[in-house]
């Protein structure tokens, strides 16, 4: 794992943190959170985003290790975002139970 993949789950970890007061109880009931983020800098290539795969398949796993049920998750990206206008935000809504 590099360097990259550690900062990035790490981050990815403190974002869960900070989402655990907004989850709701496993109550059986389908729920939904929804979390933002940016592309790499300069994502301007083919290829995978490794930086939104770690951070988000680490929110993931973190609720799934919870004992959340991940139903589904829906991704949006909106182009030219971020301060010089160069990144890809993504919205992620993440349905869950």
Do not use: R, W
């Amino acid at each position: 794992m590099g360097a990259f993949t550690a900062q990035q789950k790490a981050v990815a970890g403190t974002v869960y943190q900070n989402m655990k007061p907004y989850l709701k109880s496993k109550d059986g009931k389908v729920h939904v959170a929804l979390v933002n983020s940016f592309s790499k800098f300069l994502n301007q290539h083919f290829g995978c985003d490794d930086k939104y795969t770690n951070q988000i398949d680490e929110l993931l796993s973190c609720m799934q290790d919870d004992g959340y049920e991940i139903i589904d998750f829906k991704l949006t990206t909106l182009k030219g975002q971020g301060v010089f206008g160069s990144l890809e935000g993504y919205s992620t809504l993440i349905v869950y139970k």
